[in-house]
């Protein structure tokens, strides 16, 4: 007799569990199923390990600063043992946090595997059987390693292994700039491992403004050479790996590959859940309300194959949660967009890209290379740009390589679903010395190139408007 449910989780990740919080408040008969290991994809071994590699590194890298001022005298030694265990403890310390919220579930938890046996059905790999009237798939994804690279894979890491490592090799060949890759390589290469990173693609970071790529590029070139367009094969010379790029090679002690990451699917079983399936295999349903088509299955997380980041995950799983078990689900509007890689400087992009935008756009734009602050940080790299409708001033996009550029793209990120114009927005304060004063001279220089009439004189409120 198979347990009857009203909504069965399929994945403990973020998505999962933040899915479980809207449930609550619809019914006490759900059931949360993960294979494990438990603790979530963002606290094992994504967001949080890899943040804190990046944290050492950079922390690092303010002491060489002092160094070549001849302010701090030390000889720069680093444990890198001692790092990837400082890295480990701290994660423990947040995988914690999820493992307890799960153990506190009681019988609305059962660790097993799940995959369909027909459309409201699940088997479990325990040999239970589940019936529920809604199931959630939140079973998040893993890292893709090409096929042909199954040979090299005793010197291969992914993001999944290479906190696990007890120290950093020496040398190191990061295959994949997108955010991840150019996070874990910078902070290697600012551990003092020698490290080259590489991308078949022209551009890095998911940055689409080509003037913010090549000032990005530029900066991040001086932490470990990145070699774009460049469609690497790997072979064997002796205890290394020669990754070889046209007519050129490098043989290394390890390769982190971060060429991708692909749905969790594959146990499920989909075919059994009788739901239309995309090109990729996946179901086909609506991200508005995260329903999957004529099916009372909705979908939650990375698995949905499309922003693969974590307030995405958690947004889906609080409309998943909320609508397993309404008549008629409800259609939510998705926040801005936004992205960011946490290297140095930080590559974000915000609401539309240049590409995407089809009004007459004025391009605001600032150099952080004399910018106040960014020169006392010793940080002064970069560029951001800022897109806004030249008919009404209407800030649109915007995409940037700077210093702190996590706090400027969220600020922008706000003011673009705010529906703000870059008159409106210059009406706030600008504290100094911040890099924020930045932001300040792209957003004058957009406002100089708006058709519509702005008040001339300074950009404050008039007390008789
Ligand atoms: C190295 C790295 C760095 C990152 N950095 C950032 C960052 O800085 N900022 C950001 O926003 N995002 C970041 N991300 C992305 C973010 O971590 C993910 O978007 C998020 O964790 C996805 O959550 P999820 O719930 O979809 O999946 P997960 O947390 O992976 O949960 C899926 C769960 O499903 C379970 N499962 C799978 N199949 C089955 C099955 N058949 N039966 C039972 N259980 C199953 C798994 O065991 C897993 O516990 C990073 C990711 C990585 C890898």
Known sequence: MPRQVDV??????????????????????????????????????????????????????RVKVLKALNIYQGDGTIDLSEAMKHVRKLRDYFVNFAVEEIKEMGDHFIQAEASFLSPGRLKLDNGEEVEAKAIIIAT????????????????IVTTDSLFELKTLDKSWAVIGMGPLGLEMGQAMALLGCDVHGFDKNPMLGGLKDEIVHSEALRSLQKSFPIHLKADVKLSRIGSKIRVSWGDQHRDVDRILAAVGR???????????????????????????????????????????????????????GRIAGFNALQEHPIRFKRKVKIGITFSSPNLCTVGQSLKDIKEPVAIGEVSFTKQGRSVIMDENEGMLRVYADKKTGLILGAELAAPSGEHLAHLLAHAIGQKQKVQELLRFPFYHPTVEEGLRTALRKAKKQLYCKVDPGPDLDRCDA
């Open 262 to 316: 692909k749905a969790n699917v594959g146990s499920l079983n989909l075919k059994a859940a009788r739901c239309p399936l995309d090109e990729k295999s996946l179901p086909v349903f609506d991200p508005d309300t995260m329903k999957v088509k004529d099916a009372a299955i909705f979908l939650a997380g990375d698995m949905d194959g499309q922003k693969m980041v974590l307030h995405e995950a958690a947004d889906d």
């Open 8 to 61: 069965a989780i399929i994945g403990a990740g973020t998505a999962g569990l933040t899915a479980i919080k809207e449930i609550k408040n619809l019914t006490k008969n759900y059931l949360l199923i993960d294979r494990g290991p438990l603790g979530t994809t963002c606290s094992r071994v994504g967001c949080m390990p890899s943040k804190v590699l990046l944290q050492v590194a950079h922390d690092l890298s």
């Open 140 to 155: 998040g994804s893993s890292p893709v390693i090409p096929k042909e690279w199954d040979k090299f894979k005793d010197r």
